[in-house]
């Protein structure tokens, strides 16, 4: 089988049926399965997949274990030699799916791979991004971030000064999307389930550089985002009062506790 298309979905029925009459849609010239692992919605998610979508492999979880927990389940049933991992909330036109997978074989020493994601509007969104410091994380999260020494610091991080026109090696891509080599799983592992929501894309693109398979964004390939940072709808100190900005933070203390002691993989240099 080539590759197994993984969504996760969380109480997302409307956009899940969409995601999947669009996929149904792009008529995919590949041997393919679709895996949807729904993380204890307790809504009509479940039931629409059987009744509407009988060929999709379906994975009912009994409990919301987050983003990594959730596509684990989903890497753990895929016979595909791709995976692709997908949030529900993105649009696939014909020819994206064959694309990915032929750009992975193209470059069979690559391990994970990210397409461009571009807003309904058709402007880019960041989605690339230099391995973080702690200084980063604060400064994303306080008005320091204003400051001009630390704007130019923020404009590297997000890789802005990077030349992205072209399939370019990255520190670590945005999870929305992401088609990996499961043969590469042996050497990296699954997702870090220590990780309930945010961070799990940084920790496990970092880990496929530390196992020496690059990770590389590759911009001739787009999809259409349907992407709201829930996290930062509060901005700055008073986000702190946000469920999901509080589990953000939680996930970046988890990060930069686990490498404390690792430096980040020598990588090629970048543009």
Known sequence: MDCSIIILNYKTPGLLRVSLKGLAAANLALDYEIIVVDNASGDTSVDMVRREFPNVKLVASPVNGGFAAGNNLGL?????????IMNPDLAVFPGVIENLVATMRQRPDVGLLAPQLRNPDGTVQVSAYRFPSLSIALLRRTPFGKLPWARRKLRSYLM???????????DWVLGGCMIVRRAAL?????????????VEDVDWCRRFWEAGFPVIYD??????????????????????FSRLTRVHIASWIKYFWKYRRNPIPHLPPHD
Request: glycine share 10%; net charge negative; hydrophobic share 40%.
């Open 186 to 198: 042996g050497s990296v592992g699954l997702l870090d389930e220590r990780f309930f929501m945010y």
């Open 76 to 84: 753990c049933a895929a016979q595909g030699e791709f995976a692709i």
């Open 160 to 170: 802005l000064d990077a030349n992205l026109t072209a399939a370019h090696p990255v």
């Open 219 to 240: 911009p001739s390939v787009s999809l259409v985002h349907y992407h709201q940072r829930q996290s930062a709808e509060s901005p700055g100190l008073t986000g702190v």
